[in-house]
């Protein structure tokens, strides 16, 4: 098997492609006798090895040996639209788009199979994608899914019998801590209603009933949904909770707040140094640090310990990302999106920069498993021209660039993981490897000027010698505020209709309002596209 190896799956189809210093295709898996050019769902890998990958077309999902190719699992499965390995590779768990019938319930949607022998496990109807995806634990002990107001745990592969239930009143969200051995703990969301506080509360699983079983809780106002990040050890978990919609108007990222809650007990709300958004949250590999971007832009970087003390400041720039090493001795801060693309490299250790350089257009960043090298990626449907993946060194150096052809796209990049100690943590090297070009945005085209003007001092000022100010800038319109104002006003125009329908007379301008939706919901039908 390779030192490392990228998955990369496109229009036209799905291959393997071995790291640095090689970067030619995989042989092993360019055998295989699955289909690869009809791959159209994301992948899936068994994580904690990635010896086994997943993937689906429009009538199959299929289940490989990365280093043979050997198809291990296959089974009809039409239309899915998501898939998850287990972490060891040994359940398959896919999700298809709910079907109306005549059968009561509907048509079972979410399968589970077991790949080595084939199995299916479990079927049944999962109306919505949003949290269909069941959980794991890393050894595969435990799975959980969401149910109904209740979550259901699942042990050593019996999908047919209810192991335990976690039954709190008004639950919508969950997060299995995952770890590869007990104790296992799990974070439970509760939102609040009628001027009651949202909470989270963590629990030691089996153990859910009463109030002393509850390890540590945390309750907070504003809170629209919560997003759970845990620490590798499953000790501690960040809590985001977001408010999708500021009422300040302030930001289009609405509101966030970050919480911290940990095995001890210990629940405290963590103390940002700048007011704004908080765009990246990521735990350090050693479970003992984690790194926040926040506030309005430039925004602030920090990294903190487990009692939420800031132990470096990063200081503010343009950045919304980051992403630790998988040693944790580097962290890369990058600013993708609406941001130019700046990507910067930090040496934990000795708490200064490596190297900064640019990367415009990335939708996608992610560390080799070597902990030396990132692969940055221009990727559909987020944009559709440029599409292709670069391979950088962590001292700035551009190594490898693949773009794709005309009329092809690029739908998705990943680096397979590999088992524990297959690389060794190196020093860091603040000298700059060979690089085979620079990566700088495309230059700006010149200024038209008329054939008199050529070789003379113009005596207007043209648009390239104007240095905006802030008020004149334009403003970057963000696609999903633009979806919430056209929802809201679509919902103000139904409303309208129903006064209308009733008998009441409106005026010029709610009819006028009235004759927008057509063009309204266009807008919006493109904007989802």
């Not at 310990?305 to 630790?324: A, H, P, V």
């Not at 979806?483 to 301008?509: C, M, P, T, Y």
């Amino acid at each position: 098997m390779a030192a490392s190896i990228l998955a990369v799956r496109g229009s036209k189809g799905l291959f393997l492609v071995n790291g640095p210093p090689s970067y030619q295709p995989h042989e092993g898996f360019h055998s295989t006798s699955a289909d690869v050019k009809t791959c159209q769902t994301l992948m899936s890998v068994s994580v904690n090895d990635g010896k086994f990958l997943a993937w689906a077309n429009t009538e199959q999902v299929f289940v490989v040996e990365v280093t043979t190719g050997k198809v291990v699992f296959e089974a009809n499965a039409p239309k899915v639209a998501a898939l998850l390995l287990s972490p060891g590779g040994s359940y398959l768990a896919a999700w298809q788009r709910h079907v109306a019938c005549t059968i009561p319930g509907g048509l079972p949607n979410m399968h589970v199979w077991d790949v080595k022998n084939g199995k299916k496990l479990k079927e049944l109807v999962q109306k919505k994608q949003i949290l269909w995806c069941p959980q794991f634990t890393a050894d595969e002990k435990v799975c959980a899914r969401m149910a109904s107001q209740e979550v259901h745990f699942f042990e050593d592969g019996n999908f047919e019998t209810i192991a335990k239930k976690m039954h709190i009143q008004k639950v919508v969200d969950f997060s299995l801590s995952p770890v590869n051995k007990p104790p296992y703990h799990c974070a439970a969301y509760v939102p609040g209603t009628k001027g009651q506080p949202s909470f989270v509360r963590l629990y030691k699983y089996p153990y859910f009933e009463g109030q002393q079983s509850i390890v540590a809780s945390k309750s907070f106002f504003k809170a629209d949904r919560v997003s759970f990040f845990w620490n590798r050890k499953g000790t501690a978990v960040l809590v985001m909770a977001v408010v999708d919609v500021d009422s300040g108007n302030s930001s289009y990222y609405g509101e966030q707040k970050l919480y911290y809650l940990d095995a001890e007990g210990t629940s405290v709300a963590v103390s940002l140094s700048k007011n704004g958004p908080v765009y990246s949250v990521e735990w350090s590999p050693s479970s003992t640090e984690f790194c926040a971007i926040f506030g309005f832009m430039p925004a602030k970087a920090a990294l903190f310990n487990t009692k939420c003390e800031t132990i470096l400041d990063f200081g503010e720039g343009s950045r919304n990302m980051i992403s630790f090493s998988p040693f944790g001795n580097m962290l890369v801060l990058a600013g993708f999106g609406n941001l130019k693309g700046n990507v910067e490299f930090w040496d934990i250790g000795k708490k200064q920069l490596i190297s900064k350089f640019l990367a415009p257009d990335t939708t996608f960043l992610q560390w080799c498993p070597d902990g030396e090298h990132i692969v940055t990626a221009t990727t559909a449907p987020r944009l559709r021209v440029s599409n292709g993946y670069r391979i950088w060194h962590y001292t700035g150096s551009l190594l490898h660039e693949v773009m794709t052809p005309t009329e092809t796209e690029l739908w998705q990049v990943m680096w397979l993981p590999v088992p524990e100690g297959r690389f060794e943590q190196k020093e860091i090297s603040y000298k700059a490897v060979k690089s085979i070009a620079t990566a700088t945005p495309q230059e700006k085209a010149a200024v038209y000027r008329p054939p008199g003007a050529k070789g003379r001092p113009s005596p207007v000022k043209l648009h390239d010698e104007v240095k905006l100010t802030k008020q004149q800038m334009p403003a970057v319109q963000d696609p999903e505020k633009v979806k919430r104002s056209l929802s809201k006003k679509l919902d103000q125009i139904e409303k309208l209709k129903e006064q209308r329908a009733a008998g009441k007379v409106l005026e010029k301008n709610q009819v006028a309002k009235i004759e927008t939706e057509e063009a309204l919901r266009k807008e919006l039908e493109e904007l989802e596209l």
